[in-house]
């Protein structure tokens, strides 16, 4: 019965440091204040409340994510006539679905 208790234990570690491996090695999240506003003032980043992949494109500009234009479908639902997925962005008239990357939305947005 030890045995077994400490196999459970050693597992359950392993699992905890492959958790903290895994959430210490995100990216760093840009954090270039210019190219965020530029990115905000030339495009809709349409999220809803509860999505993983908008909290994972949001996290993506870092505390420069307050400068993007962003529309929360959950509290904004007449925003989102036409929306089909989440996140989705709108630039000059074109929808991106999904996630996007730092160096897509430039080159979208001219930024």
């Known amino acids: 019965m030890k045995k077994a208790n400490t196999i459970t234990i050693v597992i359950i570690l392993a699992v905890i440091i492959f958790a903290l491996l895994i959430m210490l090695n995100k990216p ?3 954090t ?14 349409y999220i809803q409340l509860g999505c993983p992949h908008c909290e994972d494109q949001k996290e993506m500009f870092g505390e420069n994510k307050k ?4 529309v929360d479908c959950f509290y904004e639902r007449e925003k989102c006539s036409g929306i089909g997925s989440i996140p989705t962005w709108v630039i000059h008239g074109e929808k991106y679905e999904r996630i996007q990357s730092v160096e897509k939305l430039k080159e979208l947005t001219g930024c």
Request: contains cysteine.
């Open 32 to 45: 270039d204040k210019e190219v965020v506003k530029c990115i905000g003032e030339n495009s809709v980043l």
């Open 67 to 70: 400068y993007l234009n962003i």
């Open 28 to 30: 760093e999240p840009v």
